[in-house]
């Protein structure tokens, strides 16, 4: 699709007038403001009638309503279909959590230039952590969770993904040792990058996290096992997510002390109370009232997927009940009572409902601010912790998180005071993305680049069914063809019967629109008339050994932007007896190639 028309020309200069504004600086509102934008960039913020509006700007009165800096949503398993529902309610920005591996980084650039509309997208690209099930050692460099085998590997990875265009690292659990955490910390700091770590243990608790420089703690993750007075009695790990009975046990002595250590090394937290106490909120039978009606539009029902909408209404029906909410009840006290001396304390609590497919977007987050309003917080420490704390957590507090000269012009007009009531942030009247006012409905060919083809709703791996791949291979039953029918090196056969092919890696699995590339395929079981189809098309295919191959995208594959499947296809007929039918077609398991925006 074509961006709609929140990406059409506008006038040079923008004047928003007459609005009170809170500029997520946490200090006093302003009345009768104006914030002046060209292109986009705020140039000027002051009051009504002490700042010159240029002739031919276009004006939008803000009397009555309420100025503020566009919203974070600071923890985000972002999918595709989000954008729309997101920024149409002033939510201008996200923080992923590492899960669109390759697709991350140009996703985001396409955001920041143009190309798509959605909020702009800071990425940490993939997850590192000590479990990934499943794994074959064939997964590729980006994929959404790396394991690494040493301290040495741990610093390798971290570079492999700040190399690879990442705004920060995400540590995904607690169990790695804490050596690796100490060096995989350290080399993002070097490289000039913050890194978020989950500190659920046993490797590293919130303490340590602090003490070697962790940027934050999503979740508030290792806290509940940190406070709780006789902490042997549960099991360490992230596996173990009955937090409401640790908080329950919690030690005040221990949770001061803890609250002293993150404020000191200045470590945000991330609560996420939405996902992590479903619901335990007063607010929870109208929080899930609210949801059956976010979906109402009909241009908005012909792209989400059906699924998605209805895993995210089912959530709120996904809670605990009779005895076992009793009993943890007094641990969700003891939570809000924790992070409410954190933020007593001068710790700095970031806004997020941790949004992913099982959760609504949009009305995810302004109902975890109304929680955050339940456990004592005001309404302006609400707002500065979804706008410029956030930008904080990934250093772009110069540019974004408030409304000042020089920023970007990211900003929200609500139509009442949310300093009154923090639900006002959902009686959206005017977003600006970019400098641009954005159009506000929804579009039934809503898309972005990078998009799953066809009605996907989830990024797949680069290379798509590894496991299979592994199995594939143990199964080939020597029967005198050697290398020619898969094996390592040898000469490359053209048997009367073609083996299943299968592949395990390209590299490269990014490339460039428009610029000539070759890419090589390693995999088993290729032939002299091994043939790379990428978007349903035969490509000029070399096939250099029976594990690689190479093919040269032409001008027409390189067209398009975008994540396009790609399969290795071998000449008919297959051999039925070395299958026996199980093993495919002769076509392989699918492949994913993305071609980026040139810029």
Same mark, same amino acid.
């Given at each position: 699709m074509?961006?709609?028309? $929140?990406?059409?020309?506008q006038p040079a200069a923008l004047a928003i007038e007459g609005g009170t504004l809170i500029d997520g600086n946490g200090? $006093?509102?302003?009345?009768?403001?104006?914030?002046?934008?060209?292109?986009?960039?705020?140039?000027?913020?002051?009051?009504?009638?002490?700042?010159a509006i240029p002739a031919n700007a276009r004006v939008v009165n803000a009397a009555g309503k309420f100025v503020l800096p566009g919203l974070w949503e600071s923890q985000t398993a972002y999918s595709w279909y989000?954008?729309?529902?997101?920024?149409?309610?002033?939510?201008?920005?996200?923080?992923?959590?590492?899960?669109e591996a390759e697709v991350a980084v140009p996703h985001r650039d396409a955001v920041l230039h143009g190309k798509d509309?959605?909020?702009?997208?800071?990425?940490?690209?993939?997850? *590192?952590?000590?479990?990934?099930?499943?794994e074959t050692g064939y997964e590729m460099p980006l994929n959404t969770i790396r394991r690494p085998k040493s301290l040495e590997d741990t610093r390798e990875v971290v570079r492999t993904v700040l190399n690879a265009g990442a705004d920060y690292v995400i540590f995904y659990d607690g169990a790695m040792p804490l050596d690796w955490y100490t060096a995989g910390v350290e080399e993002a700091h070097r490289l000039g990058k913050p890194a978020f770590v989950r500190a659920y243990g046993p490797g590293i608790f919130p303490a340590q996290a602090a003490d070697i420089g962790a940027m934050q703690l999503p979740h508030s993750a290792g806290i509940p096992l940190a406070v709780a007075k006789n902490p042997s009695q549960f099991r360490?790990?992230?596996?173990?997510?009955?937090?409401?009975?640790?908080? !329950?046990?919690?030690?005040? !002595?221990?949770a001061a002390d803890l609250i002293a250590a993150l404020v000191a090394?200045?470590?945000?937290?991330?609560?996420?109370?939405? +996902?992590?106490?479903?619901?335990?909120?007063k607010d929870w039978a109208e929080f899930r009232a609210e949801a059956h009606a976010w979906y109402k539009d009909a241009n908005l029902q012909k792209y989400y997927p059906k699924l998605a909408m209805e895993e995210s209404l089912a959530a709120y029906d996904d809670v605990d009940t009779g005895a076992v909410k009793e009993r943890r009840l007094k641990g969700w006290e003891n939570v809000k009572r924790f992070h409410k001396m954190f933020v007593d304390a001068g710790g700095h609590l970031v806004v997020s409902g941790n949004l992913n497919d099982r959760y609504v977007p949009g009305l995810q987050l302004f109902q975890e601010m109304r929680i955050m309003r339940?456990?004592?917080?005001?309404?302006?420490? +609400?707002?500065?912790?979804?706008?410029?704390?956030?930008?904080?957590?990934?250093?772009?507090?110069?540019?974004?998180? &408030?409304?000042?000269?020089?920023?970007? !012009?990211d900003i929200l007009v609500?139509? !009442?005071?949310?300093?009154?009531?923090?639900?006002?942030?959902?009686?959206?009247?005017?977003?600006?993305?970019?400098?641009?006012? *954005?159009?506000?409905?929804?579009?039934?060919?809503?898309?972005? &680049?990078?998009?799953?083809?066809?009605?996907?709703?989830?990024?797949?791996?680069?290379v798509e069914a590894l496991p299979w791949v592994v199995a594939l291979e143990k199964a080939r039953a020597p029967r005198g063809g050697g290398a020619g029918e898969g094996g390592e090196g040898g000469a490359v056969l053209d048997p009367a019967a073609s083996p299943q092919p299968a592949i395990k890696s390209l590299a490269p699995f990014i490339v460039t629109q428009g610029a000539p590339a070759t890419v090589t395929v390693k995999g088993i079981n290729f032939v002299r008339r091994s043939m790379v189809h990428f978007k349903g098309r035969p490509m000029p295919t070399q096939v250099i050994s029976p594990n690689e191959l190479r093919f040269t995208l032409d001008a027409e594959a390189m067209k398009a932007a975008g994540r396009f499947d790609l399969v290795v296809m071998n000449p008919a007929p297959v051999d039925t007896f070395y299958s026996r039918g199980m093993w495919g077609n002769g076509t392989s398991n699918p492949a994913h190639l993305v071609v980026n925006y040139r810029y």
């Open positions: 074509s961006l709609v028309s $929140a990406q059409a020309p200090g $006093a509102p302003v009345a009768d403001s104006v914030v002046l934008v060209q292109g986009n960039r705020i140039t000027a913020v002051g009051r009504k009638g002490q700042l989000f954008g729309e529902a997101m920024l149409n309610h002033g939510i201008t920005s996200s923080i992923d959590v590492g899960t509309l959605a909020p702009r997208a800071f990425t940490g690209i993939l997850r *590192i952590g000590s479990v990934l099930n499943g360490q790990g992230r596996d173990d997510r009955n937090e409401l009975d640790k908080y !329950a046990d919690m030690d005040d !002595a221990k090394h200045h470590v945000s937290l991330v609560p996420t109370f939405f +996902i992590n106490y479903r619901g335990y909120p339940e456990l004592g917080m005001t309404p302006m420490q +609400i707002i500065v912790g979804s706008t410029r704390y956030a930008a904080q957590l990934v250093q772009k507090e110069d540019s974004l998180g &408030t409304i000042e000269a020089g920023k970007t !012009a609500v139509g !009442a005071d949310p300093l009154e009531d923090i639900r006002n942030l959902m009686k959206t009247d005017t977003v600006v993305f970019d400098g641009k006012v *954005i159009d506000r409905a929804y579009h039934a060919s809503y898309h972005t &680049t990078f998009s799953p083809a066809g009605d996907g709703a989830a990024f797949t791996p680069a």
